[in-house]
């Protein structure tokens, strides 16, 4: 299915939800997202390889090994997003995305401008956390 949206489309509550413009408007978007990643983790690994540790101060090698260890945990996040947006990808296709993993309810469109590898709905995420609270204050 090959559908052509413009560039101001944003999708709307007045119309049917996860149409088929909706799914390649969210498609783009996470695509977009996903390049911006990769190529921000390029860049880094560019400039990990170009950067040698020649501080003869042993305080300028600590800060930067430390800023290196915060790019490196920085750029693990970025990786695990990567497999949220391939799989919110295959959730189009399967013509399962934007619908809640719990309830199966419509997420809302603006949770998915927000955040679009939502799985569940707003009020589902609050219980989720909410559960995951009393267990963490065990």
Not at 17 to 40: G, V
Not at 85 to 98: K, T
């Amino acid at each position: 299915m090959n559908v052509h949206i413009s560039d101001d489309y944003r999708p709307s509550e007045d119309e049917e939800f996860m149409n088929p413009r909706q799914q390649e408007y969210f498609r783009k978007k996470l695509l977009k997202w996903r390049a911006e990643i990769l190529a921000d983790a390029n860049q880094t690994i560019a400039n990990l390889q170009e950067e040698t540790i020649k501080e003869p101060d042993i305080a300028d090698r600590a800060s930067t090994e430390s800023e290196r260890a915060l790019e490196l945990r920085t750029r693990d996040r970025q990786r695990k997003l990567i497999g949220k947006i391939d799989s919110a990808l295959r959730r189009i296709d399967e013509g399962e995305y934007g619908y809640c993993d719990e309830t199966g309810e419509p997420i809302s469109l603006r949770r998915l401008e927000a955040r679009p590898v939502a799985t569940l709905s707003l009020e589902a995420q609050e219980r989720h956390e909410r559960r995951e609270k009393v267990y963490r204050d065990d």
